[in-house]
């Protein structure tokens, strides 16, 4: 992580961690194990990486979790 919080490494965590949170109850609620561990990986990179690579990162797994899901898993 970069010495000092910028606004777009707030705002971006901000918004991935939500996202991720989604994801997270999303995947509780149905028991649906690719979501819930896709969400919780989601909210932990929200606060480990720079905003672009943060943001690159969730929405692979955001492609990643649908493809799955698609396949039928």
């Given amino acids: 992580m970069m010495g000092a919080w910028s606004e777009s490494f707030i705002w971006a965590s901000m918004f991935w961690g939500a996202v991720g949170m989604g994801y997270c ?7 649906a194990m690719i ?11 929200a606060f480990a990486l720079p905003a672009l690579s943060m943001s690159l990162v969730c929405i692979a797994l955001m492609v990643g979790v649908w493809w799955l899901v698609r396949q039928g898993y």
């Fill in 25 to 31: 109850a999303y995947g509780w609620k149905q028991k």
């Fill in 35 to 45: 979501p819930l561990f896709a969400g919780i990986a989601m909210s932990v990179i």
